[in-house]
DNA sequence: CTGTATCCATGATGATACTG
DNA sequence: CAGTATCATCATGGATACAG
């Protein structure tokens, strides 16, 4: 089985953090964490690369987990912002400590992957 | 592949950041930050229901990158011992900061996800 | 504009069996 | 003991088309 991002997994503390490290997951947290408020299309145009299928399942999931919170406005054409909530800030902040110190260690794992491969092949 | 203009992570980065948050990754770094050192069949044997490949295709990535030392000793039957490296202390304590916030907050979660369902279906 | 529905290629995963 | 090899399966994510 695998270990899957949204339901299905035994222990409950796995599938959060499946949710908040998810590829997308990750790039949602920390740009709304950044902006405040985005709509729908300012995080797909953002995060770039994402297709609509995948942000919107993952906007529910973090919905779902309280984390990111929904307001569509009743007018045509749709309007609807994304927020974090107080969880989803303090998930945001979490996640955004990791990836800042594992941009700040790239060039270090890129040296041992390099020695890695070379002394092997 | 190009990522977003609210983020910056790049790919090499969210490799990494794969590597350690994933499901048999984080176990492993744990496991051995706890332990200090550990044998191949102590880790598979602490960890549970990780299979010999997953777990030999972890401790790979981990080595390669630079987090996980490992040891083999000469002597039959093999004896093979495997502990962190200090940037995969530094990792493995990222980590576990993050599992523990997760893991503290997992009630307010399932709160959430109840109020969430609840309300729609 | 903000989604849903469906199909499908890909790749991860774990069971099993085997090896040095 | 510590892996490696092979294979079946099944979720994941992307593309596409369409709807409200």
């Not at 796995?14 to 300012?42: C, K, M, N, Q």
């Not at 309007?79 to 979490?94: P, S």
Request: positive net charge; aromatic residues 6%; charged residues 25%.
């Amino acid at each position: 089985m695998k270990y899957g991002t949204y339901v299905k997994v035994s222990c409950p503390e796995r599938a959060i953090l499946e949710h908040v490290t998810s590829r997308w997951g990750v790039l949602v947290l920390v740009a709304l964490l950044d902006a405040g408020t985005l709509r729908f299309s300012e995080l797909r145009d953002g995060i770039g690369d994402v297709s609509e299928k995948m942000l919107t399942q993952t906007l529910r999931t973090l919905e779902r987990d309280g984390f990111v919170r929904r307001h569509a406005r009743p007018v045509i054409p749709p309007h609807v912002d994304y927020t974090l909530t107080d969880l989803g800030r303090e998930a945001a902040l979490k996640v955004q400590a990791l990836a800042d110190w594992t941009s700040s260690r790239v060039p270090a794992v890129a040296a041992a992957q390099s020695t890695y491969d070379a002394a092997r092949g």
